[in-house]
C-alpha cells in the first residue's frame, strides 16, 4: 500500500512539473458598463481609414473643456481579451458645445499593471477621414484592437485615447484606462483549463487512498486485543481486619512460620 502511494505521489508531481508552465491564473472582473447612446447618423458614413495616422502617433494633447468620452466593452462585461483576436470598443463622445467635433484617430496601449512606463505593446491606431460630432449631440465610433497572439495569458492595462480637432485644434481624450484580461484564443477549452481539471482528478484520487489507508490502520488497531498479565492478588485490608483473631488468621500465621523455617 505505502510503495503504491509513493508511486501515485511521484507521477503526480511529475505531471505537476511538466505542466507547471501552463499554469495562470485567470481573473475576470465583471465592472458595470457605460452606457452609450449610438446615434445612426453617426454611425454611417464614418470614412473608417486603413491608414495609421503617424502624425498623432506620438502627439499628447490635452483634452477640450467639457468633452465627455466613454467606453463599452462590446458583448464583453468582463473585459476579456484573446490573443491574436480582434475585440471590438464602442467609444462614444459628448459634446456639450456649439462647434462640431472632427474625430482623426482612436489609439490604444497596453502597459503592465500599476506601472504604465512599461510598455507591453503599442496597438494599431484607427484613423476616421469622415466623422463629426454635432454641436449638443453624442456619437459612437467602433475601434477595432488586437493584442500579439504571443502575449502571455493575464492581467494587463489599456489605455485608450480619442484624438479629434475643434475648429482646427487638436485635442485628445482617455476614453479607457484600466485592467483587461488577455487569455488564450480557441473557444473556453484551453491547455489550463484541461491541466487545472486533471489535477483536480489527481488530487481527489490522492485524498481518497490516503483516507481509505488511514480508515486500514485503524482497524488493524481496534483488532488487536490487549495482552492481561498474570500476577499474585493482592488482598483486601479490610478483609483481613475483619478475619483478625479467628481461626483462619491463625493457622495462616502457622502455614507463614514453618515456611520461615
Known sequence: MASSLTNLRVFFFALLLLASPLLQVAKCQSDSDVDVSESADGATDLGISGEDP??????????????????????????????????????????PGVEEINVIAIKASV?????????????????????TVPGHAQFTFPYYFAVSKYLQPGTFDLVGTVIYEIDQHPYQGVFYNGTIEVVESGGFL?????????????????????????????????????KVEAGTATKDASLDEWLQGTAYTQSESKKSKKKKN
Open 111 to 131: 502597459h503592465v499593471p500599476f506601472d504604465h512606463r512599461m510598455l507591453v505593446q503599442n496597438l494599431t491606431a484607427q484613423a476616421f477621414n469622415n466623422a
Open 190 to 226: 484551453t491547455m489550463e483549463s484541461v491541466f487545472l481539471f486533471t489535477l483536480g482528478i489527481a488530487l481527489l484520487v490522492l485524498l481518497v487512498l490516503w483516507i481509505h489507508g488511514q480508515i486500514q490502520s485503524l482497524s488493524k488497531k481496534t483488532k488487536r486485543t490487549p
Open 54 to 95: 503617424q502624425n498623432f502617433g506620438d502627439a499628447s494633447f490635452s483634452p477640450a473643456p467639457g468633452v465627455d468620452t466613454a467606453v463599452v466593452f462590446h458583448k464583453n462585461s468582463a473585459r476579456l481579451v484573446p490573443a491574436g483576436e480582434e475585440t471590438l470598443l464602442l467609444v462614444g463622445i459628448m459634446n
